[in-house]
């Protein structure tokens, strides 16, 4: 960003637009041609738009968005999708055939990690409870599938269930937690999911 700043990048946009403030967290003040001051809800502003968002600094003008290409230009919504293929030819130029991995896969990847933690976290707390103190503990606060539920975003938690963490639907992850003080997470799903046609393994953490 500094180096496009130096460069006066910025600058060069076309049709950019200039935020002067924010209005909660529904609508962003922007300056009109004149210098006048209109706000507009973030609703308002499609993804296209917002990549036209930039703030004054003691530097200069700076986007808004979060991330940015190599150039210092905001990215494109897609534009994981160009890094991920990269990345895969990358990994088959050094003779990992048959391995690659996609933007969407990291989510699936999360939602297993963070259950099998949440598995554990949870065992520490409530193991000296009662079953009914589990129970509506759970029932107030919500359980483990709640917790990556929340994380990915999704409206039903059935989605988190049945798409995400179906690999646990079978699993009796109730052995984990008989071992939960140091218990090796990573290791485990990779021996637990090794065949199963919805995970994907590292092949060289498996070596």
Request: net charge neutral; aromatic share 8%; glycine share 6%.
């Amino acid at each position: 960003m500094r180096r496009a700043q130096m460069a006066g990048r910025y600058e060069r946009v076309p049709e950019r637009q200039i935020t002067v403030g924010f209005e909660g967290r529904q609508a962003v003040a922007l300056e009109t041609d004149s210098g006048a001051r209109e706000t507009t809800t973030w609703n308002d502003l499609d993804p296209a738009a917002r990549k036209l968002l930039f703030r004054r600094t003691p530097q200069g003008l700076e986007p808004l968005a979060l991330w940015l290409n190599e150039d210092g230009l905001p990215r494109d919504g897609h534009g994981w999708h160009h890094s991920f293929e990269t990345a895969n030819k990358r990994i088959d130029a050094l003779g990992l055939k048959d391995f690659s991995c996609t933007p969407h896969m990291l989510r699936h990847s999360l939602a297993l990690k963070w259950y099998s933690v949440a598995k554990l976290v949870q065992a520490r707390q409530l193991g000296h409870l009662s079953q009914e103190e589990t129970r509506d503990f759970r029932e107030q606060f919500g359980d483990h599938w709640h917790l990556v539920q929340t994380m990915l975003g999704h409206r039903q938690v059935e989605t988190t269930k049945n798409v995400y963490l179906e690999p646990f639907r079978n699993l009796e992850v109730e052995l984990l937690l008989r071992h939960a003080d140091g218990f090796p997470v990573e290791r485990f799903m990779a021996d637990a999911f090794a065949a199963h046609p919805r995970v994907r393994t590292d092949p060289l953490a498996v070596r």
